[in-house]
């Protein structure tokens, strides 16, 4: 097709937008001959100015005595005006923002950050001190524009000197001002320091007198001495339970209680200052060898073996990130009216020193703690804590409402998610209600696939297609196994995850709350789910919302004195999120499938060997080839139920076999036993492979 010339013809215009309303029967009069072209900018400043513009004349029988404000539209001026008055505030935005921003390291970007947050300090030495509010004070000292030295004082120390605050802040404020793993020095910023600063200014603020004078310090360290009594309750029960050769006795007692109990109080972990109640860690049962180097990769991570784990002595601060990821909640404090919230009290008789209540049949609140043989914990209901009348300035104060006496803190409990969990939006609703809120009714047709596992594209809740198909999702992990003769290789997995039904889900990031107890009593609904996102995570989620560097190697190309690459084993997962549990089923190749193709088989002779089979041995054939299958429902604490399975062989079973029966039951308990170890499906899928291929079914005693 030619390149049109100036001179080529154009197609004739559409009817304008703004033609005229008379009929075109109706001759136009006037100066004006022939259609007028209503949509260019000679003719928009006409039509702004009004009739004036055109000389006063009618158009068509028609006053054009008219604006384009009067049509509902700027005129060409405003709009100049508007367009460049948005793109100046879009400027200032940025600017702005960029001011917010603190900086890489440097001793003048940590004074600014300093004044921005109204921090006082003072030069000493080749460093300063800075006065975090009235509570924390902060010793920084620099080499050039290198911080040399770090120490953090006071917070929540000056109420509970046992919490052990500024040492653990102190290691938390040093990793923020050091590289991430595979950072360079020159691209460290001050961001994660200055959102520590500033946890620390609110809560100092919030404290102030303006505010009535309470001490969220007091407040939060005196929830948490209640928790570490129960913490400690409990640990003593857990290690009471262990012989005492048990290796890693006190780490594994105490990871019980994190996961099965009450949950663990710890202060500054991961690389946020605060006060946490942590209640899940993943792969609880793998403790690392002390004095040995931590594995670099996620194939490290999984040379392990499911009955036989060597295990040593942890370090003491057990806080192995890298291979344990931990879910807790941060207990904070956030404006909010007295008189629509409880507000915080002070104290540290949240329980009492016996902690557990005698058992009272008769009592049918403890009902449950009955049937199920737990103990009733014996919480205490505080007093409220009331504010300080201020001074008398020496005139009429009746009607000064500050100097009422009996007025409460405008100051709630928050527990803040770290990191936010993704739960069905029933749930969501059902743990707010728990603490006496109704929550916001701001919900969007999310889902826990959109939220968890592909955040940075289209919820699948809001395709218009929703609910119309089976959602799919796939990804590629490597593994680390051994094959039959202990020799360690690579295998990929090709994981896909299916969505039969469309379940919204909601992500939540925190939850105010009035005592410690309402925590303590959702920590087994929120294990359900921090459980089953961790497996689906560590499948699914993309590498680069990992943060880790999971690209997965290239098989090497197979050479004549070599054996050739396995082929990639497909794991296929089927998830249900609905509660009241979510429920995984595990589809994978039985082990004397071949894997070279899905469909067909790998050679001509395998077609024909099939063909002269008879119809019984195809059968059986066909039966000891039939995928495997196992169906999980995650329960509250995380306790994994097998509702369905094909693995552990069951034969005749009765009455006059009761010792089979208990045997098939070990072997599908054993199914659920080996992913609570393990915590990854791929792995899991390997494990039930090589039992499956040793025996041609679990066996029990292995």
Same mark, same amino acid.
């Given at each position: 097709m030619a390149t049109p010339t100036p001179s080529t013809n154009t197609p004739q215009r559409h009817l304008p937008a703004f033609s005229s309303p008379a009929p075109r029967s109706v001759p136009h009069t006037g100066a004006t001959t022939g259609m007028m072209n209503y949509d260019s900018p000679a003719m928009l400043n006409m039509l702004s100015e009004g009739g004036a513009a055109l000389g006063g004349v009618p158009m068509g029988g028609v006053n054009m005595d008219i604006s384009l404000s009067q049509l509902g539209l700027p005129s060409a001026s405003a709009m100049g005006r508007a367009d460049e008055?948005?793109?100046?505030?879009?400027?200032?935005?940025?600017?702005?923002?960029? !001011?917010?921003?603190?900086?890489?390291?440097?001793?003048?970007?940590?004074?600014?950050?300093? #004044?921005?947050?109204?921090?006082?300090?003072? !030069?000493?030495?080749?460093?300063?001190?800075?006065?975090?509010?009235?509570?924390?004070?902060?010793?920084?000292?620099f080499r050039g524009d290198e911080v040399e030295k770090i120490e953090l004082q006071g917070g929540f120390d000056m109420h509970n000197d046992k919490i052990g605050f500024g040492e653990t802040g102190t290691k938390i404020l040093t990793r923020n001002l050091q590289p991430l793993p595979g950072q360079s020095k020159i691209n460290v910023t001050l961001e994660r320091f200055a959102e520590n600063l500033e946890k620390l200014v609110m809560l100092d603020k919030l404290g102030s007198p303006q505010h009535g004078g309470v001490s969220c310090y007091n407040a939060i360290a005196g929830v948490y001495t209640s928790l570490q009594k129960l913490f400690e309750h409990e640990k003593k029960a857990a290690l009471s339970i262990l012989d005492d050769d048990t290796p890693n006795?006190?780490?594994?007692?105490?990871?019980?209680?994190?996961?099965? &109990?009450?949950?663990?109080?710890?202060?500054?972990?991961?690389?946020?200052?605060?006060?946490?109640?942590?209640?899940?860690?993943?792969?609880?049962?793998?403790? $690392?060898?002390?004095? #040995? &180097? !931590?594995?670099?990769?996620?194939?490290?991570?999984?040379?392990?073996?499911?009955?036989s784990q060597e295990e040593t002595l942890l370090p003491e601060d057990d806080d192995d990130l890298s291979l344990n990821k931990v879910y807790s909640l941060t207990l904070e404090c956030e404006a909010s009216p007295s008189t629509l919230y409880t507000p915080i009290r002070v104290s540290d008789d949240w329980i009492s020193d016996e902690i557990e209540k005698p058992t009272d049949p008769n009592d049918t609140?403890?009902?449950?703690?009955?049937?199920?043989?737990?103990?009733?914990?014996?919480?205490?209901?505080? &007093?409220?804590?009331?504010?300080?009348?201020?001074?008398?300035?020496?005139?009429?104060?009746?009607?000064?409402?500050?100097?009422?006496?009996?007025?409460?803190?405008?100051?709630?409990?928050?527990?803040k998610f770290n990191p936010p969990l993704v739960v069905p939006l029933t749930t969501y609703i059902s743990l707010y209600q728990s603490v006496g809120i109704e929550p916001q009714q701001d919900f969007l047709a999310t889902t826990f696939v959109g939220l968890a596992l592909r955040p940075n594209e289209l919820d699948p809740g809001m395709n218009g297609t929703a609910g119309a198909s089976t959602h799919e999702i796939r990804s590629t992990r490597s593994t680390l196994v051994r094959d039959d003769d202990r020799n360690e290789k690579d295998r990929t997995h090709n994981f896909s995850l299916y969505v039969p039904k469309m379940e919204y889900s909601k992500k939540i990031e925190s939850l105010p709350f009035a005592h410690p107890k309402q925590l303590v009593?959702?920590?087994?609904?929120?294990?359900?789910?921090?459980?089953?996102?961790?497996?689906?995570?560590?499948?699914?989620?993309?590498?680069?919302?990992?943060? &880790?560097?999971?690209?997965?190697? #290239?098989?090497?190309?197979?050479?004549?004195?070599?054996? $050739?690459?396995?082929?990639?084993?497909?794991?296929?997962?089927?998830?249900?999120?609905t509660p009241p549990a979510p429920r995984l089923t595990l589809h994978v190749p039985h082990p004397s499938s071949t894997l070279s193709s899905a469909t067909t088989p790998a050679s001509i002779s395998d077609l024909l060997s099939g063909l002269l089979l008879d119809a019984d041995a195809a059968g059986a054939a066909a039966a000891s080839r039939a995928p495997l299958k196992v169906t999980?429902?995650?329960?509250?604490?995380?306790?994994?139920?097998?509702?369905?399975?094909?693995?552990?062989?069951?034969?005749?079973?009765?009455?006059?076999?009761?010792?089979?029966?208990?045997?098939?039951?070990?072997?599908?308990?054993?199914?659920?036993?080996?992913?609570?170890?393990?915590?990854?499906?791929?792995?899991?899928g390997e494990w039930l492979r090589r039992e499956v291929g040793r025996g041609g079914g679990l066996n029990v005693e292995r």
């Open positions: 008055a948005e793109r100046t505030r879009r400027l200032h935005n940025i600017i702005d923002t960029l !001011k917010q921003k603190p900086g890489r390291i440097s001793e003048g970007n940590v004074l600014a950050l300093c #004044t921005r947050l109204g921090i006082h300090f003072e !030069k000493e030495g080749n460093g300063y001190i800075l006065a975090v509010g009235e509570s924390n004070l902060l010793e920084i000292s006795r006190r780490h594994r007692a105490e990871r019980e209680v994190l996961c099965k &109990k009450s949950g663990r109080p710890r202060p500054n972990t991961g690389n946020r200052l605060g006060l946490n109640l942590e209640y899940w860690m993943d792969r609880r049962h793998i403790i $690392p060898r002390s004095g #040995t &180097k !931590k594995p670099s990769s996620e194939k490290g991570k999984e040379k392990m073996e499911l009955d609140n403890n009902l449950n703690n009955i049937l199920l043989n737990t103990p009733s914990l014996d919480w205490q209901d505080p &007093k409220p804590t009331f504010l300080e009348p201020p001074a008398s300035t020496g005139e009429d104060d009746a009607m000064n409402l500050d100097a009422a006496p009996g007025r409460l803190p405008n100051i709630r409990f928050v527990a009593e959702i920590l087994p609904i929120l294990r359900q789910y921090a459980f089953t996102t961790s497996l689906l995570e560590h499948s699914f989620l993309e590498p680069a919302e990992q943060g &880790k560097n999971l690209h997965m190697p #290239t098989p090497p190309t197979a050479q004549q004195d070599e054996k $050739p690459a396995d082929p990639p084993l497909p794991l296929d997962i089927n998830l249900s999120y999980l429902d995650v329960h509250m604490n995380g306790e994994l139920v097998v509702s369905e399975q094909n693995v552990a062989e069951g034969g005749p079973a009765g009455e006059e076999d009761l010792e089979r029966a208990q045997e098939v039951e070990k072997r599908i308990k054993r199914l659920g036993r080996a992913l609570d170890v393990v915590g990854d499906l791929g792995v899991w």
